[in-house]
C-alpha cells in the first residue's frame, strides 16, 4: 500500500502551514489526568510535526501555542505551561539549530516572564542564520490585539507625518502585522473536532484551506500531517474566479 507521504505532490506544497493546537486538556482529562499532562505530551506531537514540515520542505510552519485569553485560564496551569515552554526551549534549540531550523516568534511577548523572554531571544539568535523550515511559534497573541496595534502604529505614523492616508494599501497594512516577514498561510489546521479559528491569523487567513480533524492535539503525528496536506491539495484554490478561468 503506497504511503500517505509517497502520495504527496512535493511541486503544490502549502508554503505555510498554520496549526490551532487543541485538545490537550481533554485528552489529558480521557487519561485521568490533570491538563498540563496533556501540554507536555503535546510537545512530542510539535516535535514531530515540525521534523514532518521540514523533510517535506515546507517553509513555514506556524503553532498557535499561546493565545492572550490563555492568560484567563488557572494560576497554575499557566505557570506550567510558561515552565514548559522555558524547558521545551531550552531543549529544543540545538535541533532546530542541526536540522537547519529558524524559530520566530509572534505576540505581546511583554506578558511572558522574563526567563521565557530571554529562552526564546536566545534561540532566536542562535538559529537566525539557517535556511530550511521557519517554525514561528504565536505566543500571548490573539488576531484582535496584532490588527488593533497595527492600526495604532499605522495612526501614529500617520500623525507623524511619516505615512500619507492615501497611499495606504494591503501590501502597507501588512508592512505592520506581526507576520510581515511570512506569507500568508494557505492551509490552516485545527484539532480536536473544533470548528473555529479562535483569534488566530484572521487577516492573513482570510483565502487559507481550512482543515479540521477530531484528532486531539497529544495524537496528532506525521500521518495527520500528511492527511491534511493531500486534502488541500485536492482542493480547487480560485481565489474568486471561476473554476474555467484556474484552468487557464
Not at 539549530?97 to 509572534?106: A, C, M, Q, S, Y
Request: hydrophobic letters at 35%; one cysteine or more.
Amino acid at each position: 500500500m503506497q504511503r500517505l507521504k509517497d502520495k504527496i505532490d512535493h511541486s503544490r506544497l502549502p508554503a505555510h502551514i498554520a496549526i490551532i493546537m487543541d485538545g490537550n486538556g481533554r485528552w489529558a482529562k480521557e487519561k485521568g489526568q490533570d491538563r498540563l499532562f496533556g501540554h507536555y505530551h503535546g510537545v512530542e506531537s510539535v516535535r514531530d510535526v515540525v521534523e514532518g514540515c521540514a523533510e517535506l520542505g515546507v517553509k513555514y510552519l506556524t503553532l498557535y501555542a499561546f493565545s492572550t485569553e490563555n492568560w484567563h485560564r488557572p494560576v497554575n496551569e499557566v505557570s506550567g505551561l510558561m515552565e514548559l515552554l522555558v524547558q521545551t526551549i531550552r531543549k529544543e534549540t540545538e535541533t532546530l539549530n542541526k536540522n537547519n531550523i529558524r524559530l520566530h516568534v509572534i505576540g505581546d511577548l511583554s506578558k511572558m516572564p522574563q526567563n521565557a523572554i530571554d529562552e526564546l531571544n536566545e534561540s532566536i539568535a542562535i538559529t537566525g542564520k539557517n535556511t530550511g523550515l521557519n517554525l514561528v511559534m504565536a505566543l500571548s497573541y490573539s488576531s484582535r490585539w496584532e490588527l488593533l496595534n497595527a492600526v495604532k502604529k499605522v495612526a501614529q505614523d500617520v500623525q507623524q507625518k511619516k505615512l500619507d492616508p492615501e497611499t495606504i494599501n494591503e501590501n502597507t497594512f501588512h508592512q505592520y502585522l506581526c507576520t510581515a516577514n511570512f506569507p500568508d498561510p494557505e492551509l490552516m489546521i485545527r484539532t480536536s473536532g473544533e470548528y473555529r479559528i479562535s483569534n488566530f491569523l484572521l487577516y492573513q487567513s482570510a483565502y487559507a484551506e481550512l482543515y479540521f480533524t477530531d484528532v486531539l492535539w497529544p495524537d496528532f503525528r506525521k500521518e495527520n500531517l500528511y492527511e491534511a496536506i493531500l486534502d488541500f491539495q485536492s482542493r480547487e484554490r480560485r481565489f474568486g474566479k471561476t473554476s474555467e478561468q484556474v484552468m487557464v
